[in-house]
C-alpha cells in the first residue's frame, strides 16, 4: 500500500504562483511514475504532468507546458508541482498519483487550487 498527502493548495489571483507538494508513504515508489491531475468540477480527470526514472522524465499536458514545472525527491519521497502564470482555468482540485505495477494508481485525497481572476 501508498499513501499520498498532498498539501499546497489555496487561492491565488491570475499571474501568480503555487507549489503543490505530494508525499509518499509506505512501499517504496522509487522507481514508480508520479505526477498529478486535475478536475474541474463537472469534468473529467485530466493529466497535467508527470515525473520517472528519477526526474530523467518528465511529462507535460499541453495546456501547462512553459508554465508548470515539476520534480522530485527521492529522499523525501516527495513530488512538487511549481505552478507559475497561474491562469483561471487552472482553477481545479488537483491530485497525486503513484502508479502501480499490481494494480490501479494510487491516489492522493485531492487539494483545492483556486485562482481568481
Known amino acids: 500500500q501508498v499513501q499520498l498527502v498532498e498539501s499546497g493548495g489555496g487561492l491565488v489571483q491570475a499571474g501568480g504562483s503555487l507549489t503543490l507538494s505530494c508525499a509518499a508513504s509506505g512501499r517504496t515508489v522509487d522507481d514508480l511514475p508520479m505526477g498529478w491531475f486535475r478536475q474541474i468540477s463537472g469534468k473529467e480527470r485530466e493529466f497535467v504532468a508527470s515525473i520517472r526514472r528519477r526526474g530523467l522524465f518528465k511529462n507535460y499536458a499541453d495546456s501547462v507546458k512553459g508554465r508548470f514545472t515539476i520534480s522530485g525527491d527521492n529522499f523525501k519521497k516527495t513530488v512538487y508541482l511549481q505552478m507559475n502564470n497561474l491562469k483561471s482555468e487552472d482553477t481545479a482540485v488537483y491530485y497525486c498519483?503513484?502508479?502501480?505495477?499490481?494494480?490501479?494508481?494510487?491516489w492522493g485525497q485531492g487539494t483545492q487550487v483556486t485562482v481568481s481572476s
Open positions: 498519483y503513484v502508479e502501480n505495477s499490481a494494480g490501479p494508481r494510487y
